[in-house]
C-alpha cells in the first residue's frame, strides 16, 4: 500500500509512505525482513499510530544507496 501526503504550499513535495509489505515488495526480501532492519540496522521509519509504521520511499532510497558496495579487483 502506498499513500501520498498532500504538499505543504509547494514547501513540502509529497512523500509516499511505504508500508512493511510494500517496501519488501520494492526490495524483493521478506515484510519481516524489513521489520527487522527497521530495529536493527536504523531503517527509518515513521510512527503514525502505536500499532502503524510506515516508511517514506525517500528515506528507503537513500537508505539502500548507503549500503551500495564496489568492489575492484587488480585495481593498480
Do not use: C, H, Y
Not at 14 to 32: H, K, M, Q, S
Amino acid at each position: 500500500m502506498i499513500a501520498t501526503l498532500p504538499t505543504n504550499g509547494g514547501q513540502n513535495p509529497a512523500a509516499e509512505l511505504l508500508t512493511d509489505e510494500t517496501a519488501a515488495d520494492i526490495i524483493g526480501v521478506e515484510p519481516r525482513t524489513v521489520r527487522d532492519w527497521r530495529m536493527r540496522l536504523g531503517l527509518p521509519f515513521v510512527r503514525i499510530t502505536p500499532k502503524v509504521v510506515r516508511i517514506r520511499r525517500a528515506d528507503l532510497d537513500k537508505w539502500i544507496a548507503r549500503r551500495a558496495v564496489s568492489i575492484t579487483r587488480g585495481a593498480k
